[in-house]
């Protein structure tokens, strides 16, 4: 696939913070971990690659403002771009030495996703997707899985963990859905979530209490697969609002109206 000269600068900061991970991975038993908050850490390696993607997005795009995870908000001369990026979404498994974590970069021009990159270093796996240009994993075109039926379908979940999101209010959206579906799957990293989405691995997606961060390059990813993407109550709050809601037109849909109908006993 032709890249554009954006996302070739994605793509080499993606690559580059990515063998920094990979590096760390390999040695996390030795990583110095601080806590951050309940269940939530982050670690030499997190910053390290946020380092590291911050300087060679600036270096390539001098003018451009940042939203990131550690850093927060960083105002840039240009207001019309913003980089969002996750340097280490997955921080959980990647403590605990599981490999399903990734990089997260998205390009916002003028309220619009208009490039994505989240990169799974572990696995050497590259999504990347510019708006109007199509999804590709490693330059293979994506697509969203093409079923029809919830009870044919695989879906994805974010799990509250401690101190994070509403547990009884998951529970009851849980139930609803495992009364629907062929299986139920919980990766530990949103951004991951949606590019297997977009790969059609899994058919939808749901998941509450996120930050943009955590969903934006995965946004664009499904919508250029030929996928759906919307909040929980089917409008497009997704970055300030926190919930997000994907998959084909039809499971998308349904998905969504599973979530809001009332618990029956069974």
């Not at 093409?146 to 547990?167: E, F, M, N, Q, Y």
């Amino acid at each position: 696939m032709a890249r554009s000269a954006i996302l070739n600068v994605m793509v080499q900061a993606a690559m580059k913070a990515g063998r920094s991970l990979a590096r760390d991975f390999g040695e996390v038993q030795n990583l110095q971990v601080s806590l951050k908050g309940p269940g939530d850490y982050v670690s030499q390696a997190d910053r390290k690659a946020e380092d590291i993607l911050f300087a060679e997005l600036s270096k390539a795009r001098a003018g451009y403002g940042f939203l990131m995870e550690e850093r927060g908000v960083v105002a840039g001369e240009d207001d019309q771009h913003r980089w969002i990026v996750d340097p280490l979404d997955g921080t959980t498994n990647f403590l605990h030495g599981i490999p399903v974590f990734s990089i997260s970069i998205a390009l916002e021009r003028q309220g619009q996703i208009v490039a994505a990159v989240v990169y799974n270093p572990a696995m050497d796996e590259l999504y990347t997707a510019e708006r109007g240009g199509g999804a590709f994993l490693n330059d293979r075109r994506l697509r969203v899985s093409g079923r029809t039926k919830l009870s044919d379908a695989v879906i994805g979940c974010g799990a509250p963990h401690l101190g994070r999101g509403h547990h009884g209010n998951f529970l009851l959206e849980l139930r609803n859905v495992m009364g629907e579906v062929a299986g139920i799957r919980r990766l530990g990293s949103a951004a991951l979530d949606l590019a297997y989405v977009a790969a059609g691995r899994m058919d939808g997606f749901w998941e509450t209490a996120l930050s943009p961060w955590d969903v934006a390059a995965g946004i664009l990813l499904v919508r250029e697969a030929g996928g759906f993407v919307s909040d929980d109550k089917g409008g497009q709050d997704m970055l300030d609002g926190g919930s997000i809601v994907v998959g084909n037109e039809t499971i998308h849909r349904a998905l969504l109206k599973t979530l809001k109908k009332p618990v029956t006993p069974r």
